[in-house]
């Protein structure tokens, strides 16, 4: 009559593999992301001046996104050539702007995620400021 017992430790023994392959890729997915990310998806807290200029309704630099760190110290700077309305959405800060003169805008960065930066005249989108 064959032996039942022997096959019990394989199938333990087969277990157990598994669940440390299942242990060691979570890992490693855990380890993807944080890489992916960028770190641990927070960006330190640092005082950040922005230039744009506005002419013939053409934004230079052209739109980019500018990622800062929650507590950050935002510096607008905008120079346009006809009379407009700057608006920093989810902060509600808006800025006159007047033709020619330079305006600026500071303020604290202490709500995260992606905001739009745009005048309401021209509706143009000047930068997406990005808070961690």
Request: hydrophobic share 45%; net charge neutral.
């Amino acid at each position: 009559m064959p032996s039942t017992a022997a096959p019990a430790p394989a199938r333990s023994r087969d277990a157990v593999y598994r669940l440390v392959a299942v242990a060691v890729l979570l890992v490693a997915g855990v380890i993807a992301v944080v890489l992916f990310r960028g770190g641990t998806g927070s960006t330190a807290a640092q005082d950040r001046s922005i230039s744009v200029s506005i002419s013939g309704g053409r934004v230079d630099p052209p739109v980019g996104r500018v990622e800062v760190g929650k507590g950050s110290t935002i510096r607008l700077t905008v120079t346009s050539d006809v009379p407009d309305e700057l608006h920093v959405h989810g902060y509600d800060r808006r800025l006159t702007l007047e033709p020619g003169r330079a305006a600026t805008l500071e303020f604290r960065a202490d709500v995260t995620g992606m905001f739009e930066v745009e005048t309401h005249g021209n509706h143009l989108l000047l930068v997406q400021l990005v808070v961690r």
